[in-house]
């Protein structure tokens, strides 16, 4: 289930420190944003999510920002651990239609 | 924890075969998707499935493509004949409401030779 990613960014973070992944979105009249982390061999794990009415949300040790000026949404972990090494993906939502747009996804690796 | 459970894990079928990929959902959601990811690239959506029919459907979902809900627990993709470029990981997702979480299996990766 990993996206292997020969060209996909990569996102290096020593443990304890703070991690941003960033994506820009296609479709201004996208109203509804997810991030997803998926470790290899598994699924798309639902992290966080936000509409369009908000620039910010916050979870337990996650927080997403919306830019709906520029089209981008970042996602910033806390005191990131080895556990959250993944590839990372933001999904968009138009707002005509429930299916999920994906980006291309960033590898975010962890080292001691 | 509620999950999507998919089988089988791995389907390695011939070319011009038909394979039957199955999920369960999750019980009380009633929005049912399947996507697809072809090694090295994203995550694409393939279909959407609600009140026992199709609400939306992406290019790739030619008619070699079809989804079912047998029964009250089973949502399947069926693709009729297998060609190589249909080698992915195909992922079910369900969902209880438009726009809301969408909770994903761990797929099933076809492998067409």
């Known amino acids: 289930g990993e996206s292997v990613g020969l060209h996909l960014p990569t996102l290096s973070v020593q443990e304890g420190d703070n991690s941003i992944i960033n994506c820009a979105y296609s479709?201004?009249?996208?109203?509804?944003f997810i991030w997803y982390k998926q470790e290899s061999g598994k699924g798309p794990q639902f992290i966080i999510d936000?509409?369009?009415?908000?620039d910010k949300r916050q979870g337990q040790r996650v927080t997403v920002l919306l830019n709906k000026t520029v089209k981008h949404l970042s996602l910033q972990i806390a005191a990131t651990q080895p556990g959250d090494s993944a590839v990372y993906f933001c999904a968009e939502s138009p707002g005509n239609t429930d299916k999920l747009i994906f980006g291309t996804g960033t590898r975010l690796q962890v080292f001691p | 924890e509620p999950e999507v459970t998919q089988t089988p894990s791995h389907q390695v079928t011939q070319m011009g075969q038909e394979v039957i990929l199955r999920c369960v959902p999750i019980s009380n959601h009633l929005y049912f998707y399947w996507y697809r990811q072809i090694l090295g690239q994203k995550v694409e959506f393939l279909v959407s499935?609600?009140?026992?029919?199709?609400?939306?459907k992406s290019e790739i979902f030619d008619d070699q493509f079809s989804v079912e809900r047998p029964d009250g627990s089973n949502f399947t993709l069926k693709i009729r004949s297998t060609k190589l470029e249909d080698s992915a990981m195909y992922f079910c997702?369900?969902?209880?409401?438009?726009?809301?979480?969408?909770?994903f299996g761990q797929g099933t990766r076809l492998t067409v030779v």
């Open positions: 936000i509409r369009s009415n908000m």
């Open positions: 499935f609600y009140n026992n029919e199709i609400s939306e």
């Open positions: 479709n201004s009249a996208s109203d509804y």
């Open positions: 997702a369900s969902s209880s409401g438009e726009n809301t979480e969408a909770f």
